[in-house]
């Protein structure tokens, strides 16, 4: 039998979905020997040549920890500014002796938890760093991934717990970032947005990395609580960091949400390869009644395919509100939506719940958002109208 | 997914800006046709997962183009095949690449690799075994979807899932078990330890302990007596290999081979033993059962090695122990007539039980060396489960 080319990814995507979209042609030989088949990312980032001398070092000493560990946290800052999980994968093999090692190296131990919770493993990062601030309270590093995870999972008396013992050790800015990010959460985002302007007015100019994280921070508390200076907060955020794909996702949420679909288009379109960018893209792009709607939702609904395939589950959030706004299957949406709120808590996740609560009129879903904004003290207006009382139970 | 604060660790200068969600981690699709003794294939692993492992951009510019692949083809398929086998659960097939092509996925271009691998027979069941970039990426998965007969099957392969294995053959339920039961029949008249044990224990029991002074034992007074003796120990070695068989097939209990393997010499050894200076007379039926126990986890390192079904796995299960037990009864049917009608001679007493018991001992004492030292001592003579 003859297996044919497109019909690889199809296939899963039919045994998975149901659905097949050709997204890909037949296995073709090209024609060209010059013609470009692939751009490699890595070449043209400016951490390349460091990355090489850290890769030459792991190989002359494969059993040295520190080595190893320079190596993976270079992979995993590449995995961020590329929006590219191979990173992870290459980040976990530099640090291969020891990733089942309960007792590793303490900088073992906090840069595979920083790996763990990218892929959602929360608990086991969480274990890793508890046994790493137990042998090392004063572990900066590991203070922080603590507290994102443990906000990440809702658990902001925890996580807020953390944030006071990073002073001395890291700049203060990131300390007060720490303790807004987490009460901007919990009903406080007044004082949180307060105390983010007085941090960010200590940040020394060059580090755009802080200021794009803190404006982008502050752009988000103005958005979930619908106030105008989100627009200002955000363009501070490109300003300082104009590349920085975690604003531009957020930034583009807003615009939509705002009725500015046609300037997402421009914001991501060279940055298809993130899923929750190609997402954004595809809403605006149908938001626009635009032709090249249909070949980002096939495309998204290959990915959303083959990562099930494989068994991941790091994308429910996106794949919730891709099932209920672009391909039409509330029912779908809703069980994606409570399986991410399982696992994590974030606003956006919150969010997606109560789009799909209200879709799909969950009762159980819609108390849930209710109960999480009375018992956090969350300010998100748009989620509050979607489960508004008897909204969710309306029919 | 956005852990909003990771970002913040830029202050260690060891992240740069955190990004939004990530896409696709790193797949291979393998597909595999079976058709008769010939599987054809399809692998399309992503260009750069192997420019990552093999360096396919030669002039280092950041773009892999056609020539550049073309030039590396040899490599791909060197690298690519070296790292997968499929083929029936013992001994692979050969597999040879036809053609590479190109195919663009919804996260890049990707090598296509279209191969035929040949085996000697139609493969009843295939075990797939894959490597590829585990070693440079352990986050990578290979894809796989297995067509045959006209049905479709997917699996996942993983470092720490890294073979599949699929029955074939679409056997009923019914030749389903007449194999796994043929299999057990086989097994123990072909593992000469387990027999071996079970003829030292049963030699005596055409006999009983003898009263006269300077004489050991004696004829057994009536078949009858000699028939509850052999089924005391049967039974006993029945049970208890049944029940760590079980345990083990199951997956509930599990110990080391070797230490299960001498361990199955060892009983061998003390049980012939036993025939010639008899310390354990009217009790075999212990003897059996205690070590009984021991036998059973050898039977399930053959059931293992067969490749269990999970679909069916208690049928296989059922099946085998049911053969083991219809091989023992056939070896006892043969054995308890021909041994009672010579129990008073001296060929009996003297060649058979005494000579031929100190010979298991030796033989199985080599075993248990052999065992137990993981060295070949017998290179002529490997029996044995």
Same mark, same amino acid.
């Given at each position: 039998m003859e297996v044919r080319g497109r019909h690889v990814a199809c296939a899963l995507a039919q045994l998975l979905a149901a659905l097949c979209a050709p997204v890909a042609a037949a296995p073709f030989v090209p024609t060209d020997e010059v013609q470009v088949l692939e751009r490699l990312p890595e070449r043209t980032a400016p951490q390349y040549r460091e990355l090489k001398r850290l890769q030459a070092a792991a190989v002359a000493a494969p059993a040295d920890a520190a080595t190893a560990v320079a190596l993976a946290n270079a992979y995993y800052a590449l995995s961020r500014a590329e929006g590219d999980p191979r990173y992870l994968g290459y980040a976990q093999a530099a640090l291969a002796p020891w990733w089942k090692d309960a007792q590793a190296p303490t900088?073992?131990?906090?840069?595979?938890?920083?790996?763990?919770?990218?892929?959602?493993?929360?608990?086991?990062?969480?274990?890793?760093?508890?046994?790493?601030?137990?042998?090392?309270?004063k572990n900066g590093r590991a203070l922080l991934v603590r507290a994102t995870v443990l906000t990440v999972q809702g658990k902001y008396v925890e996580a807020r717990a953390d944030c006071p013992r990073l002073f001395?050790?890291?700049?203060?800015?990131?300390?007060?970032?720490?303790?807004?990010?987490?009460?901007?959460?919990?009903?406080?985002a007044d004082a949180a947005t307060a105390a983010l302007d007085r941090a960010l007015a200590t940040l020394p100019g060059d580090d755009v990395s802080g200021r794009a994280w803190g404006e982008s921070l502050a752009a988000e508390i103005a958005h979930r609580r619908g106030d105008k200076s989100a627009q200002r907060r955000f363009a501070a955020a490109l300003a300082a960091d104009p590349r920085d794909l975690y604003t531009l996702g957020a930034y583009s949420d807003w615009l939509l949400d705002n009725g500015r679909a046609a300037e997402v288009i421009p914001l991501v379109k060279n940055e298809a390869r993130v899923d929750a960018l190609l997402l954004l893209l595809a809403l605006a792009q149908k938001a626009?009644?635009?032709?090249?709607?249909?070949?980002?939702i096939a495309t998204l609904r290959a990915r959303f395919a083959a990562s099930r395939a494989r068994g991941d589950v790091v994308h429910r959030r996106e794949e919730a509100r891709f099932a209920l706004q672009l391909a039409g299957d509330p029912q779908a949406a809703l069980r994606l939506a409570k399986e991410n709120w399982s696992v994590q808590r974030e606003p956006a996740d919150l969010r997606v719940l109560a789009e799909v609560a209200a879709a799909a009129n969950d009762a159980a879903a819609a108390q849930t958002v209710?109960?999480?904004?009375a018992h956090t003290g969350l300010e998100y207006a748009a989620v509050a109208a979607l489960v508004s009382a008897g909204k969710g139970l309306a029919k | 997914m956005i852990a909003r604060l990771l970002r913040m660790l830029a202050f260690a200068a060891l992240l740069v800006h955190a990004a939004a969600s990530a896409h696709k981690p790193s797949d291979s699709y393998l597909t595999l046709a079976v058709d008769g003794a010939t599987i054809n294939g399809q692998w399309d692993i992503a260009l750069r997962d192997l420019d990552f492992a093999l360096g396919l951009d030669g002039n280092q510019d950041g773009a892999i183009t056609w020539g550049e692949v073309k030039a590396k083809h040899a490599d791909i398929a060197a690298y690519a095949l070296a790292r997968l086998t499929?083929?029936?659960?013992?001994?692979?097939?050969?597999? %040879? %690449?036809?053609?590479?092509?190109?195919?663009?996925?919804?996260?890049?271009?990707?090598?296509?690799?279209?191969f035929?691998?040949?085996?000697?027979?139609?493969?009843?069941?295939?075990? %797939?075994?894959?490597?590829?970039?585990?070693?440079?990426?352990?986050q990578h998965r290979g894809l796989l979807n297995l067509s045959a007969q006209g049905a479709s099957r997917a699996g996942i392969l993983s470092v720490d899932a890294p073979v599949q294995q699929f029955v074939l053959a679409e056997l009923s339920r019914r030749e389903q078990f007449a194999d796994y039961l043929k299999e057990g029949v086989l097994h123990i008249w072909m593992g000469f330890d387990h027999v071996l044990f079970l003829l030292s224990l049963l030699l005596p029991a055409v006999l009983v302990r003898s009263l006269v002074p300077g004489a050991t034992w004696t004829g057994a007074p009536t078949f009858r007596h000699a028939f509850w003796d052999v089924f005391r120990v049967v039974t006993a070695f029945t049970v208890a290999h049944s029940i760590t068989l079980s345990l083990a097939a199951l997956g509930v209990v599990s110990l080391p081979s070797r230490l299960v393997e001498s361990a199955i010499a060892a009983s061998v050894v003390l049980a012939a033993l036993n025939n010639v200076r008899p310390v354990v007379f009217g009790g075999r039926w212990i003897i059996a059962f205690a070590f009984g126990l021991i036998h059973g986890f050898g039977f399930a390192s053959v059931l293992a090695d067969l490749g269990l079904p999970r679909d069916s796995l208690l049928l296989a299960l059922v099946a085998f122990n049911v053969g083991v037990e219809l091989g023992q009864l056939?070896? %006892?049917?043969?054995?308890?007539?021909?041994?009672?009608?010579?129990?008073?001679?001296?060929?009996?007493?003297?060649?058979?039980?005494?000579?031929?018991?100190?010979?298991?001992?030796?033989l199985a004492a080599l075993w248990l060396a052999e065992r137990a030292f993981d060295t070949t001592l017998l290179p002529a003579l490997k029996f044995g489960t």
């Open positions: 900088g073992v131990l906090v840069t595979r938890a920083t790996i763990l919770q990218s892929n959602h493993e929360f608990d086991r990062a969480l274990a890793d760093l508890t046994t790493a601030l137990a042998r090392e309270p001395g050790l890291a700049p203060e800015f990131y300390v007060f970032a720490c303790l807004a990010a987490i009460d901007s959460l919990t009903g406080k626009l009644r635009r032709s090249d709607a249909e070949a980002s209710r109960d999480w904004l | 499929v083929g029936p659960a013992h001994g692979a097939c050969e597999p %040879v %690449v036809r053609e590479q092509l190109i195919d663009n996925h919804s996260d890049g271009a990707y090598a296509v690799l279209r035929t691998v040949t085996c000697a027979a139609a493969p009843k069941s295939l075990a %797939v075994g894959y490597r590829l970039f585990f070693d440079v990426d352990p056939a070896i %006892v049917a043969v054995f308890l007539p021909i041994a009672y009608a010579l129990r008073d001679t001296w060929l009996y007493r003297r060649v058979i039980l005494a000579g031929g018991s100190l010979l298991v001992a030796a």
